[in-house]
């Protein structure tokens, strides 16, 4: 089955643990990305890859760190975490210039 | 800068109602517009997209969308509402490094 998968899917921490959030896709897709979500502001886009070790910045990257070494997987790390980054991370793929992007299910972090 | 905007928070219809959810768009250029559904719990799922041709697309679950280049409008739509139909939409633009840049989200709400 073609998919996106996160791990975990529910994280609560404490600030300053480092943490990783992993992404994998089975769909051999070139692009992929990280996005947070937040009530009244909808998705913003955190880190983008075009390719393998290709990664370039989003909207909000500050306090997020990513690598690409294999095409199937995109972490997401968090150094040092902070309490405004509780939220729900999605990681999403697609075929370079695609049109539908494929969505992960979703891992929702929380930090005190 | 490319923007989209959905002016409504919450969309309430009862069932068997048509139902439309709003989308305004600022671009430079052409737009690429799309369409996402959120159900609870899940990730963001593609219902449909314009990017160029008719200005009525048609989308999967029986939904539509009509693209209006006067004013600049991508409203999402059905004939007939489910309660199945309960869920988060999302309006997104695709800019030229294949990033979607998503409107502040609609919930829509049908009513039994």
């Known amino acids: 089955e073609a998919q996106v998968t996160q791990n975990p899917r529910y994280l609560i921490t404490v600030t300053g643990k480092k943490l990783t959030v992993t992404c994998s896709q089975n769909?051999?897709?070139?692009?992929m990305s990280w996005y947070r979500q937040d009530p009244g502001l909808g998705l913003r886009q955190i880190y983008y890859s075009m390719n393998v070790e290709v990664t370039d910045k989003g909207d909000v990257p500050e306090g997020y760190k990513v690598s690409r070494k294999e095409k199937r997987n995109f972490p997401l790390i968090l150094e040092s975490p902070s309490p405004n980054q509780t939220s729900l991370y999605f990681c999403?793929?697609?075929?370079?210039?695609?049109?539908?992007?494929?969505f992960g299910p979703g891992t929702r972090l929380t930090v005190l | 800068a490319q923007s989209v905007a959905q002016p409504e928070d919450q969309v309430n219809v009862a069932e068997g109602n048509p139902l439309t959810v709003k989308c305004t768009y600022s671009?430079?250029?052409?737009?690429?517009l799309f369409w996402y559904v959120q159900y609870p719990n899940r990730g963001l799922q593609f219902l449909l997209k314009y990017i160029t041709g008719d200005n009525l697309v048609k989308g999967s679950y029986g939904f539509e969308a009509e693209f209006n280049k006067s004013q600049t409008s991508f409203h999402l739509k059905k004939p007939s509402a489910l309660v199945s139909d309960s869920a988060l939409y999302f309006c997104a633009v695709r800019d030229i490094t294949d990033k979607l840049i998503f409107g502040t989200g609609t919930r829509l709400q049908v009513f039994p």
């Open positions: 671009v430079s250029g052409n737009p690429y």
């Open positions: 999403a793929s697609t075929i370079k210039g695609g049109d539908e992007q494929f």
């Open positions: 769909m051999n897709h070139e692009y």
